[in-house]
Nanobody, 125 residues
């Protein structure tokens, strides 16, 4: 089992940047595929980005792949989401999630048994 805690959210102007962090407990972080999702009120949680166990493979939602970068540091048990050129429509609660599989892409919310509490990102116009 793994516990996840996100940080780094906040208020930023359009065009700005933020880096989200997700710290994981436990010694087996490197065995988890990690994902970032986001959710706005009244909408379903949507996939943002994912990264494989060794960080060799990354996966992005089409609308974010040119602006967002996912990375991980297994020595620090942390996964990051660098968000650049932020837009007001990026405003959401961002969640990190862990999947114990060894595949290269997991985009469905239902594939992730472990979730953080979320961090709010607000982009002003």
């Amino acid at each position: 089992q793994v516990q996840l805690v996100e940080s780094g959210g906040g208020l930023v102007q359009a065009g700005g940047s933020l880096r989200l962090s997700c710290a994981a407990s436990g010694r087996t972080f490197s065995r988890y595929f990690m994902g970032w999702f986001r959710q706005t009120p009244g909408k379903e949680r949507e996939f943002v980005a994912g990264i494989s166990l060794s960080a060799g493979i990354t996966d992005y939602a089409d609308s974010m792949k040119d602006r967002f970068t996912i990375s991980r540091d297994n020595a620090k048990n942390t996964v990051y989401l660098q968000m650049n050129s932020l837009k007001p429509e990026d405003t959401a609660v961002y969640y990190c999630a862990a999947n114990g599989g060894s595949g290269i892409a997991y985009r469905s919310v239902g594939l992730y048994p472990y979730w953080g509490q979320g961090t709010q990102v607000t982009v002003s116009s």
